[in-house]
């Protein structure tokens, strides 16, 4: 009967070590799948997909095309404005603030049409730890921006247009510092409006 105890226990024993040698491969292969252990981070400056707040997220670099499962962006010449035209007058930002303005060209990979940031809440600019939202004003009164073309694009269509972000007038020099680590921010259409982070970026500085 002692042998028979011994047994069991001994098999017990065996089958919780093996449990928790599964459990750490998984959780060593999960931290393997991180953007800070792909270097895909601002010290080591790589690029592809990683996982960063529990979530799916590719990170290219500005003359790279960045495709997610639903669009893929390729970003243009950007610049900085203190001033646009508008139809009835010229459109100023806030006091110490400057005009943003992005090329963005993008194409439809969803199997559904769909019509690019649509509410102004699929695209971002983030500037060091300060995230900028599009700017309603002026894209409201710049013709080629998305907003006015208002145009739905099929799917494995494409569209180039004009994103605007407003930020502080003293964040327009960090646009391509590294050490600000600059990015436009984007969002699959079913992540819109989701408090989700982003899915994918284009890094500016490099």
Do not use: Y
């Amino acid at each position: 009967m002692s042998f028979a105890g011994c047994d069991i226990g001994d098999d017990d024993s065996n089958g919780k070590s093996n449990a928790k040698r599964a459990e750490k491969g998984k959780q060593d292969k999960k931290a393997q799948r991180t953007c800070e252990a792909r270097g895909i981070n601002v010290l080591e400056g790589k690029t592809g997909t990683c996982i960063r707040d529990k979530q799916r997220f590719t990170l290219v670099n500005r003359h790279s095309s960045l495709r997610l499962k639903e669009l893929a962006v390729r970003l243009g010449k950007f610049s900085s404005k203190d001033t646009l035209p508008g139809p009835v007058g010229t459109v100023k930002p806030d006091k110490g603030k400057a005009f943003v303005l992005m090329d963005v060209t993008w194409r439809n990979r969803d199997a559904r049409a769909h019509e690019l940031s649509k509410d102004q809440k699929q695209l971002k600019l983030r500037i060091a730890e300060a995230r900028f939202d599009e700017a309603m004003k002026a894209e409201n009164a710049f013709p080629t921006s998305f907003f006015n073309q208002n145009k739905i694009v099929k799917p494995r269509g494409a569209q180039r247009g004009t994103v605007i972000f407003v930020v502080k007038a003293t964040a327009v020099k960090a646009l391509t510092q590294r050490g600000a680590d600059p990015q436009l921010l984007v969002w699959n259409f079913s992540s819109v409006g989701k408090e989700r982070p982003p899915d994918g970026a284009i890094r500016l500085w490099k």
